[in-house]
């Protein structure tokens, strides 16, 4: 330490290991967040086709959520050979 104590970077920046091993952490934290968001996505896609199922009915286009705050859409796709055919415009 020197004559007026410890320099200003010294006490701003205290150990620059810690920080980007924190800054590691973080970002593993934020990964699993998303994973983990994107699961509860699908977990909702596959709870409204089972209640569809239960009911009798079927999807006959593909289901698409969308996260509010990420803005990421979730789709759960319908295979080509039972989507429902368009209907006809009206002029």
Do not use: W
Not at 38 to 56: E, I, P, Q, T, W
Request: net charge positive; aromatic share 8%; with cysteine.
């Amino acid at each position: 330490m020197g004559k007026h104590g410890m320099k200003e970077r010294v006490t701003k920046n205290p150990d620059p290991t810690f920080r980007k091993v924190l800054g590691i952490f973080r970002k593993e934290a934020r990964e699993i967040k998303e994973k983990q968001k994107a699961a509860d996505a699908f977990a909702c896609l596959k709870a409204v086709r089972f209640y569809l199922r239960g009911n009798g009915f079927e999807l006959a286009d593909d289901l698409a959520i969308r996260d509010v705050y990420t803005k990421r859409v979730f789709r759960s796709m319908v295979p080509a050979s039972k989507l429902a055919p368009r209907p006809k415009e009206r002029c």
